[in-house]
Nanobody, 121 residues
């Protein structure tokens, strides 16, 4: 199996910053992408930011200019640096990794348990 463990969530005032971390472990041959999604009650999970193993990034519009995703391929780790946080950023943030466990296997989707980010006004 592949395990994703997130950390770094918490409560912060509007305008503040947080840094989320996610480490992938287990049987991993290669990682195609790692990313961050978020979800609020009653809404679908949405992409926040994603990074490929080659370093290409993609952000949702609301995260551009404020969030930065950073990958560490050697450590199977991804970070999300969040600045100028707004109350509407409040959500459970989930780490995602697209992983090939063996050279002969297909890529599979794996998720972390989620970490709560709360931004107070």
């Amino acid at each position: 199996q592949v395990q994703l463990v997130e950390s770094g969530g918490g409560l912060v005032q509007a305008g503040g910053s947080l840094r989320l971390s996610c480490v992938a472990s287990g049987i991993i041959f290669s990682i195609k992408t790692m990313g961050w999604y978020r979800q609020t009650p009653g809404k679908q999970r949405e992409l926040v930011a994603i990074i490929s193993s080659g370093g290409r990034t993609n952000y949702t519009e609301s995260a551009k200019e404020r969030f930065t995703i950073v990958g560490d391929n050697a450590r199977n780790t991804v970070y999300l640096e969040m600045h100028s946080l707004k109350p509407e950023d409040t959500a459970v943030y989930y780490c995602n990794a697209v992983v090939k466990r063996f050279s002969y296997s297909n890529y599979g989707d794996y998720w972390g348990q989620g970490t709560q980010v709360t931004v107070s006004s």
